[in-house]
């Protein structure tokens, strides 16, 4: 069975990212490390055929994206226009928008709404992905709400996805947590993280206590395409050195070597 492909989310990268230039430098860093898959997330507001030409002057291949859902709701056509030009037939949500948190109701709202989005996509040839974190963990009315976007959501027109250091953050064992998204998962992201007398803080990849080794097995057997390094905060000295740790260490990972 082929390996997963790896890269880097670019919400790690956000504040190297935000114009053009910046974007420049960041990909020549990038495919110095001999990264050629990101997801976009977290990019600046500059127009997406910029950054097309980017991401064909070096290589890049484009797995997936994080946009808003509003604008999934209020812009699609245009949104999926972007995502052609990028050459990425992925578009991800990053959370579920707060007004449908904390109920079931809520939860079932968002399915319904997300399959409405994916259908329209897998029109034009693009698929929906949602993010988790850990508050679809929590239970109502006797159900999980990651649970319910899982059973009750279309496989044709919702993807995940998924994030395995909130999956372990909340409870779960996140290597076998996944397999309930056979066939479902395009791109998972690789996260690491460690709570001890402190709290919970984000780390780079293989230095916390995620279980990676594990989750890596796991989308081998299951034909994950893609697993993306992500870390939203806790570097150990700036994003760009942690995703130089991270990115060696996710390879070290693959050959069985960490």
């Known amino acids: 069975m082929a390996e997963p492909k790896l890269g880097v989310q ?14 420049d430098r960041t990909f ?35 797995c997936v994206t994080h946009k808003s859902f509003e604008r999934m709701q209020n812009d699609l056509d245009a949104l999926i226009d972007e995502h052609l030009l990028l050459g990425c037939d992925s578009i991800g949500v990053g959370s579920m928008p707060v007004s449908y948190r904390g109920s079931l109701e809520g939860a079932k709202a968002f399915i319904k709404e997300a399959e409405r989005i994916g259908k329209h996509m897998r029109k034009r040839g693009v698929r929906f992905n949602y993010h988790n974190h850990d508050f679809e963990f929590e239970t109502y009315e006797g159900r999980r709400i990651m649970d319910v976007l899982i059973e009750e959501s279309d496989p044709e027109y919702v993807w995940f996805v998924p994030d395995v250091a909130w999956i372990q953050i909340a409870g779960e064992n996140p290597a076998e947590y996944i397999k309930k998204m056979q066939n479902r998962i395009k791109v998972l992201h690789f996260k690491d993280f460690i709570i001890d007398e402190d709290g919970r803080r984000f780390t780079e990849i293989g230095l916390g206590q995620c279980d990676l080794k594990a989750c890596y097995k796991t989308c081998v057997e299951l034909g994950v395409p893609y697993i993306v390094y992500e870390q939203d905060s806790g570097f150990a000295v700036n994003p760009l050195e942690s995703t130089k740790v ?5 390879k070290k990972i693959a050959a069985g070597a960490l």
């Open 246 to 250: 991270s990115f060696e260490n996710m």
């Open 28 to 62: 020549a860093f990038l495919q110095e490390l001999g990264v050629n898959i990101i997801q976009i997330s977290g990019i600046g507001d500059f127009p997406a055929i910029e950054q097309a030409e980017l991401v064909r002057k070096y290589g890049m291949q484009v």
């Open 10 to 23: 670019l919400y790690t990268l956000r504040d190297y990212i935000k114009t053009y230039e910046d974007t």
